[in-house]
């Protein structure tokens, strides 16, 4: 969705709140794509502080499906968002882009609110993603997700020179 943010800038002291319908059905970055699978409508107040600065501020939720880290199974993922942002209208397209100011959300007058959600879904991404806390992976002979049972593979060292870590590990297990 794009709001147009001429109106706001011409009377300072202006307040405009916005609910925008996210049209985002998967989020993709150098990680890969990931599907979204639920999403809150988008709650934004545009405020004029003055000066042709206007304050951003919203909330939503975007749940994405992302592979757990160890077994690779399918995990829905929340990621709750809090939008706060200050936007000078002073500035043109080419002077944000030499004050590196990365919002690509922002065009003339025209917000993008799809792209200004993806940037902090992006920016909000889990580090690890687990299906449960002890989750065993997968084997790494044959490739069974271990939660769902053992696969009969030999767990011996490859290395024999490892024989002998691998018996305290064993005997750890044990106690």
């Not at 919002?103 to 917000?111: A, E, I, K």
């Not at 490739?143 to 305290?168: F, T």
């Amino acid at each position: 969705m794009q709001i147009h943010l001429s109106d706001i800038t011409a009377s300072e002291g202006k307040c405009v709140q916005f609910s925008a319908e996210l049209e985002m059905d998967t989020v993709t970055f150098q990680l890969g794509s990931f599907p979204v699978i639920a999403k809150e409508p988008v709650e934004l107040t545009v405020t004029n502080t003055g000066d042709k600065v206007l304050e951003l501020e919203g909330h939503t939720g975007v749940t994405v499906t992302v592979p757990c880290d160890r077994c690779l199974t399918e995990v829905p993922v929340e990621i709750p968002l809090q939008i706060k942002r200050k936007l000078d209208m002073k500035l043109t397209d080419e002077e944000r882009v030499n004050d590196l100011d990365e919002s690509s959300y922002l065009t003339g007058m025209d917000l993008d609110v799809d792209r200004l959600v993806y940037l902090e879904v992006v920016m909000n991404w889990p580090l690890k993603v687990l299906c449960k806390e002890d989750c065993k992976g997968i084997c790494s002979q044959c490739g069974k997700n271990l939660n769902e049972g053992a696969c009969g593979c030999d767990e011996g060292p490859k290395d024999p020179r490892m024989a002998a870590i691998s018996d305290i590990f064993r005997k750890f297990k044990e106690v």
